[in-house]
């Protein structure tokens, strides 16, 4: 038995045929810092901007891992960036939205879940 409380959710996803992705933000303070970390969580391409548009564009783009029928993100240790830089967390809640709303809309299948607690 894992002590992390997301595998058995984790293992259902991926038992379904989706991907899965961990968005670990410990310690990111400001804008910079979590661009830096969704490029390499997420494998972004070398176009990848790190701005909010370039953001957008990545997850919304569907040709991104075609070999699983869609994406759950994870996004663990959130909170100090949240109270760190509560506007651009704004936005990034914002980004995260729209992004799924636009995966819904076109059933590419990105789901994003903000873990609560601590991160292991």
């Known amino acids: 038995m894992t002590s992390e409380p997301l595998a058995p959710v984790l293992e259902a996803v991926r038992a379904a045929g989706l991907s899965t992705v961990s968005l670990d ?8 810092a979590f661009m830096d970390r969704c490029a390499r969580a997420l494998e972004l391409p070398d176009w990848f901007g790190r701005n909010w548009d370039a953001l957008a564009d990545c997850l919304t783009d569907a040709g991104r891992k075609p070999s699983a029928p869609g994406r759950l ?8 960036y949240a109270e760190a830089a509560p506007q651009d967390w704004i936005v990034a809640q914002e980004v995260f ?6 995966a819904r ?16």
């Open 25 to 32: 933000l410990t310690g990111v303070r400001d804008k910079a």
């Open 105 to 120: 809309e076109r059933g590419t299948g990105l789901e994003i879940v903000l873990a609560l607690g601590t991160h292991p």
């Open 97 to 102: 939205t729209d992004a799924v709303a636009y």
């Open 73 to 80: 993100l994870v996004v663990t240790g959130w909170q100090e």
